[in-house]
């Protein structure tokens, strides 16, 4: 059978994109697991007031994480000064991937070095040059990275902004987070921005975000900046405000800006449970 030169190139690009079909799969946005609400190289915003749960939504993907393979090898928490989070760290007994503080005036050099050394571990693996290096230089890129070996094929991290952190971040007109944001899938960073409202949320974070996490207690006005900027679809804005009404406390709408679907989370008050924990012990 003979191929014209469109078809044979076809047929040569096809092949050669499924031999590598996991490695490129790997830069775009894709899902992590049907049960984990956050996706690969991805932008998230967490839309809600202080004290409702934004950062305890992360530790819960930490945990699932924590119990399925997979490239996410650690969590980035950037607060205003690099101290730990209480409630993450009380969680470490479920959360097995590494958790690495690092404050906002440093975080910008932190995740440019952190890239780096995902390119060296890149073309460790790629070219097999794991025993040809000396022992100094690869614990230094497993010290650095977090790791215990290079099975990995591919390297993810979450780099998880509190809301101080954040409104840090937007104050400089040139950031490289927000150019970094703007990049994920180059960089294949996780980014998880907390926010108290997306208003002052610069626009290429905003063009970039994959997943909202919006919760509770917003005012109409408010809600229907977030209802006309999130991408959500299939509903008006007063079936929306009603829907958004009737969460509890602790509950949030988690939206995909990509295909406009969304999904109530109201399982997300863990009082009742930790109420019987402690009353069981």
Do not use: W
């Amino acid at each position: 059978m003979n191929l014209s030169l469109t078809d044979l190139a076809n047929c040569e690009i096809a092949e050669v994109l499924a031999k590598n079909y996991d490695k490129l799969n790997k830069s775009k946005i894709s899902t992590i697991h049907p049960h984990i609400d956050l996706k690969y190289s991805s932008v998230n915003l967490l839309v809600g007031r202080q004290g409702k749960g934004k950062t305890l939504t992360i530790n819960k993907e930490l945990v699932k994480l924590s119990k399925i393979p997979s490239d996410v090898h650690m969590l980035v928490f950037v607060n205003k000064d690099g101290r730990i989070d209480e409630t993450t760290e009380a969680l470490k007994e479920l959360i097995t991937i590494p958790i690495k503080y690092v404050s906002v005036k440093n975080i910008e050099d932190y995740l440019q070095d952190l890239y780096f050394h995902k390119l060296i571990y890149k073309k460790i693996i790629e070219e097999g040059l794991e025993d040809r290096i000396d022992n100094e230089q690869i614990n230094e890129i497993k010290d650095f990275l977090c790791i215990d070996n290079f099975n990995r094929k591919s390297l993810q991290e979450i780099i998880l902004f509190d809301d101080a952190a954040f409104e840090n971040v937007l104050k400089k007109s040139d950031s490289v987070i927000v150019a970094m944001a703007h990049q994920a899938r180059h960089y294949k960073f996780i980014f998880c921005f907390c926010v108290q409202g997306i208003k002052d949320v610069p626009l290429p974070i905003k063009e970039q975000t994959t997943t909202f996490f919006l919760y509770s207690g917003f005012i109409r006005q408010k809600l229907y900046t977030i209802y006309s900027q999130c991408g959500i679809k299939g509903i008006e804005f007063n079936d929306f405000k009603q829907l958004y009404n009737s969460l509890g406390e602790k509950d949030y709408i988690i939206i995909d800006s990509s295909s406009g679907n969304y999904k109530i989370c109201d399982d997300a008050d863990l009082s009742p449970l930790i109420n019987h924990f402690m009353n069981y012990n």
